[in-house]
């Protein structure tokens, strides 16, 4: 019997039934945003994002916590509206939504991350 | 029978056995800050507390809450280091800790306060 070979599908496709849901830029809102920063590991997450050019799978961001924790640490930060995230095949993958940030925030999110930064520094968790 | 008249009492001094605790600046971390900070009616009284030379009573700081939510609030920003209160007489005073913030975290309590004013003008609240 002959079946197509594995390498003749279409890579990575995003499933349009398997969108997930992101709020509008304009529906951002500044409170939410904080929150979503407002715990070390999501500071983490998006530290390690904004060191990246493109998407990050979640399981290139390594949290010392379970995985339905993780998850639940990116989908905060998603809902808030500081990342998007896309299912490629089986994985999550993830950006800063920086563009939507910097034009509701200006600089908001530089700071945050210069702050992380120096406090990382301060604290030898660089 | 003689009595000092009120006018000769000290005027409102703070009241060492009722001293609030407050965290040293060393130990003020980013995450409690935007913890702090990532509530309306908490960005409320920093925003009035911004705009304020001197300090400010809690009920300077009308909220539309409870007295006992709004105390909350004020003890959640002071727990994160976000702002010192004293006691004169009955009441708390309160001032942003604006120099420690900025030398630990330099701009973001700019960004922050921006970032809440310009939402407050997109969304017709200012």
């Not at 398997?18 to 500044?30: A, G, M, Y």
């Not at 409170?31 to 493109?54: C, I, K, Y």
């Not at 339905?68 to 998603?78: A, D, G, K």
């Not at 089986?90 to 910097?102: G, H, P, Q």
Request: with cysteine.
């Amino acid at each position: 019997m002959s079946t197509s070979p594995p390498s003749a599908a279409p890579p990575d496709p995003v499933t349009p039934d398997r969108t997930l849901e992101h709020p509008p830029t304009e529906d951002i809102r500044l409170a939410e945003v904080l929150h979503a920063l407002s715990d070390p590991m999501r500071l983490t997450v998006v530290r390690r994002l904004a060191g990246e050019r493109g998407e990050m799978s979640c399981s290139d961001v390594p949290l010392p916590v379970s995985k339905s924790t993780s998850t639940h640490h990116f989908r905060v930060l998603r809902e808030a509206g500081v990342i998007s995230q896309v299912y490629r095949g089986t994985s999550k993958m993830n950006t800063l939504r920086s563009a939507d940030l910097e034009r509701l925030f200006p600089g908001l999110l530089d700071r945050v991350l210069a702050a992380a930064d120096a406090q990382a520094e301060r604290l030898g968790q660089g």
